[in-house]
């Protein structure tokens, strides 16, 4: 048992562990709710603050979606898009994002925000710190499906060198307390196809933002 719990909970840091493998026996019920997310808010390429469109096309649901638009980052009730309000979060997704919360020591963890992140060849995610959240107290899950990517975990400061984790489908990453501010990033993908998501990468990224 502890050489299973060794080799499926990877400390990454105080507060930060990658699960291996730990959404794998609910892919397809978790892909089968970022379709029917996309059918009523589709997937779009956002704005940056300075007004370039992001590579990686992203949704979200839940009571709050994460944005950005020339205006800059936020947390909205809204799809600016529709304008109505981001579909329901699938039980699937927040039970899931619950119990890997709990296997990293976060109780209780009730995420209103689900941004669905879908990468394909080439797109990439620069560092950047989480800080639209209201409470940085709650932890941050991040669960990836389909086809593999290096996510960048960095420390507090830009600067500080960043571990390079292979995450493939299934794995979650949850990264709280004394590591909620580190500095995290996606560098860009490698071509390849997975039999559920072809040749595209989707990150979940849940959180309790309001
Ligand atoms: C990922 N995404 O897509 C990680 N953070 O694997 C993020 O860390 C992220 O996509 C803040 C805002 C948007 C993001
Ligand atoms: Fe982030």
Redesign the pocket.
Do not use: E, R, V
């Given at each position: 048992m502890p050489l299973f719990e060794a080799q499926t909970r990877q400390a990454l840091g105080p507060g930060a562990w990658l699960l291996h493998g730990f959404a794998l026996a609910d892919a397809v019920a978790l892909l089968d709710g970022v379709d029917v997310v996309i059918a009523g808010a589709p997937l779009r390429n956002m704005l940056t603050p300075g007004g370039r469109a992001m590579s990686v096309a992203m949704t979200n649901c839940g009571a709050l979606g994460w944005t950005s638009d020339r205006s800059g980052y936020r947390y909205v009730p809204q799809d600016p898009q529709r304008g109505l309000p981001w579909p329901a979060m699938p039980a699937a997704f927040s039970k899931l994002a619950g119990r890997a919360a709990q296997a990293a020591g976060f109780a209780d963890f009730l995420p209103d925000a689900c941004l669905i992140n879908r990468y394909s060849a080439g797109h990439k995610?620069s560092l950047?710190?989480?800080k639209d959240e209201h409470d940085f107290g709650q932890p941050?899950v991040?669960v990836s499906l389909g086809i593999a990517a290096v996510f960048l975990f960095g420390g507090l400061a830009r600067q500080d060198r960043a571990l390079r984790l292979t995450v493939v489908h299934g794995d979650v990453l949850v990264w709280g307390g004394a590591s909620r501010m580190n500095y995290?990033?996606v560098a860009a993908l490698s071509a390849d196809r997975h039999a559920l998501t072809q040749d595209y990468r989707f990150n979940l990224?849940f959180r309790k933002a309001g």
């Open positions: 995610l950047h710190q989480d941050i991040s995290h990033g990224t």
